[in-house]
Structures are given as C-alpha cells and as structure tokens.
C-alpha cells in the first residue's frame, strides 16, 4: 500500500471583497485512497471533511479527515510481517499479526465519534495558534477490531499496573521533535470499551487514518486515538512522556477547558473527555430559505457518551428557545443528528444559535476560549436570509 498527498490545487487562491481585504480560498486535496478534502497542511497530512457529509450517520472513510503529527509516515506497510507488540509490565510479551487479531479474538464493534481536540478552532476569539480546522476535524464511524481488556488479558498484565502507552508507526523527521506516544490509566484501558479497531464502517483503515490499526478510545478526544498503533506497553509507573505532560493539556477541573486570556488558569490536566457541543450542518451560513415555508434546519449534537437529551434553537439571541428533534439515536457515543422545522415569517436576517443539553445536565456556554483552542463548544449562531 502506498502513501502519496497529491495536491491538486497547492495555490493560495486569493480574491478581494467590495472592501478591498483579501480573501482566502479554500485550497482542496484528492490524496491517494481519500476523496477530495480541506488541505491544512500536507507535510504531515492535515485534510479536513467538508461539511456536506455530516448530514450522514457514518463519515465515509474517503472523507474521513487526517491528523497527523509527525512527518515520517511510513509509505508502504505490509499486512503480513506487520505485528502488533505488547510488552512491558506483563507475564507474556506478545506479536500478534492482523490475522490473529481477526481469528484469535472475539470480534466487537461500536459506534463512536472521534474529535479532534483542535476541531473548530479557527473560530476561537481572540485567535489561537495550531491548525485552523472550521467543523471537519471529526467523524462518526462504526469500528470493529478487538476490545484492549482482550488483549491485556492474554498478555497477562501484571497486577498493579498504572497506565498502558501507545505508539504508532509514524516518526518524528528531526530527532528535535518526540515521538507520538499518548498512555491512558490502566483502568480505563482495561475497561472493555477502549479498543484496537482493524476496521472502520466494515472496510480496512485507509492508510492515512492510521491502517493498519487504530486504538478507539469512545468518549475521548481522538488525541488518544493512536493510529498505525503497533507498540502497547503496560507501564508499572505513570508514563511522563512529552505528548502526555507537555501538549494536549487543558485547565484544570474546570468546565468546558475555559480560561481567559488575562488570567490563564494557572494548573492544567491532560486533555480527556469530550465536552457537549451541537453544530449547525444545513443550510450553510448566509443561504437564502424561502420566507412563510417550512425549511428543515440540520445539525449535530455529541458528548463524551453521557446521552444528548436535549437540542434546542433559540432566534432571539437566546432569550427563547424551542426544542429541536433527535433523529435515530446510533449509540451513546455516536453523534446525534438533528433537524429543526423552521418557519420563517419575516423578510430580514435571522441569526440562529443552537444548544445542546446531556442527561448530567452539562450543556454549551455562551463563550469559551483556551490558549491551545481545543475543545470549542460555545453555542453557534447561522445567519440566513429569509426572503
Ligand atoms: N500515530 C499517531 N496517531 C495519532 C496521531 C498522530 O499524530 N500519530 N494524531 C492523533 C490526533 S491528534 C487525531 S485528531 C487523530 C486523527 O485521526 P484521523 O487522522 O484518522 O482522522 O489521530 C490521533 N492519532
Ligand atoms: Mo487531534
């Protein structure tokens, strides 16, 4: 299997409105083995999901988004000496091949969302560095492989054990930068959801989401999600490694990841489960909707696996809010689609937010920031033209 980013278009587009500001264009990609996506960047590969097909229950795996690290990504792997090696604090190291996952092993699937920490932050006020996404830094899929708990078993985990670390194929392309090693509680790995997934919506893994194996950590932002997953180490101590105790942190104990910008919080916390959000799909920003007629207004609602109970739309800057439905429920940690029957009545703008509400009563904050952008979820607004 070969690994190639063709840009198709590398140029910056860019144009000037009435005003004279620049404008930038989207800039797209067809990569091997993918369908057309958002570039971010293409050293390492950085590829968004348009919009468009989020109005799906599953993300199809051509327009599953990319996030990578690392530069050095393997460009060939070959599914047969490839093996996955657990060791460390267990009776038994272990080298298991794809096909011994397949047939060693009780099969088991879920339906879970995974988020990228850094989904949506290019709409951070004031601006955060690190990858602009706007809302295609995530998908919902169905994984199948081999649940963790199955394969801790089998190695004989000692016990006592504090975390479990994972490492993928991928490496750094100057010594400077560490390694993508990301390690979770032994508990919570142990927990009979985390699991190794050799499939996504029942095909193989493309290789730029991390064939031949992804570790699918339900309800957790998909820092953790570790693709190209071939080392798993049970580790006696807690793992201090660059990518646990430098990047991906978060305030503290305190809601929604907020802090604001003249007093940072002042203890942080690796990054952990997803927060409630709820986003607008269709229609897209500033579309005209045709006045006196109802028009279904379109979205999605997720949390960390905790039961969206609630979406609401408000067109009056939050004064008032009316329910929205909840279409087919796929699983606690799938995403929720919803829709809204709007009527408008007047010819003007309206500006519609949207708020999600789960089952612990957690919902959407009016505004939100941090200095990394990660975990965006203030309450959205969509600008139509009633005419
Ligand atoms: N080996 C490896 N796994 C990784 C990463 C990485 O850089 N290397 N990035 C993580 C991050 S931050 C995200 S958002 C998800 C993205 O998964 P995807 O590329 O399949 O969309 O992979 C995670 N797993
Ligand atoms: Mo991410």
Request: aromatic residues 10%; hydrophobic residues 40%.
């Amino acid at each position: 299997m070969l690994l190639s980013v063709i840009i198709f278009s590398c140029k910056t587009k860019t144009t000037s409105d009435k005003t004279g500001s620049k404008i930038v264009k989207d800039e797209w990609v067809k990569p091997e083995g993918k369908g057309t996506l958002l570039l971010l960047t293409d050293r390492p590969p950085n590829l968004e999901t348009p919009l468009k097909y989020f109005l799906l229950d599953y993300t199809p795996n051509k327009v599953f988004f990319v996030r990578w690290h690392l530069a050095g990504l393997p460009t060939t792997i070959n599914a047969d000496t490839f093996r996955l090696r657990i060791g460390g604090n267990v009776a038994h190291e272990l080298a298991l091949s794809i096909a011994d996952l397949k047939t060693k092993f009780t099969r088991y699937t879920i339906t879970a969302l995974c988020q990228c920490a850094g989904n949506s932050r290019s709409f951070f006020d004031p601006r955060v560095a690190g990858g602009q996404w706007k809302n295609g830094a995530m998908g919902n899929a169905k994984w199948t492989g081999v649940k963790l708990k199955d394969i801790l078993l089998m190695a004989g985990a000692k016990a006592g054990s504090m975390e479990v670390t994972f490492n993928g194929l991928d490496v750094p392309p100057m010594s400077a930068t560490p390694d993508f090693v990301k390690s979770l509680a032994y508990d919570h790995a142990a927990d009979g959801e985390v699991m190794i997934a050799y499939e996504m919506n029942g095909e193989a893994l493309p290789l730029l989401n991390g064939y031949p194996l992804k570790l699918v950590v339900p309800g957790w932002y998909a820092t953790y999600w570790v693709g190209m997953l071939n080392e798993v180490q049970v580790q006696k101590d807690t793992f201090n490694g660059f990518w646990m105790k430098k990047a991906y942190l978060i305030p503290k104990d305190i809601p929604n990841g907020n802090e604001r910008t003249d007093s940072l919080a002042a203890k942080m916390e690796p990054i952990n489960k997803m927060d409630v959000r709820s986003i607008f799909v269709s229609p897209e920003p500033e579309q005209v909707i045709p006045l006196s007629q109802s028009y279904a207004i379109q979205g999605l609602a997720f949390d960390a696996g905790d039961d969206i109970t609630k979406v609401e739309i408000s067109v009056d800057s939050g004064k008032t809010w009316m329910p929205a439905k909840l279409d087919a429920d796929l699983g606690k940690y799938s995403w929720r689609r919803w829709h809204y029957n709007f009527i408008p009545m007047q010819k003007r703008m309206y500006h519609l937010q949207v708020k999600a509400t789960n089952a612990k009563g957690q919902t959407q904050p009016v505004h939100q920031w941090n200095r990394s952008g990660y975990m965006h979820n203030e309450i959205e607004t969509l600008s139509l033209k009633a005419e």
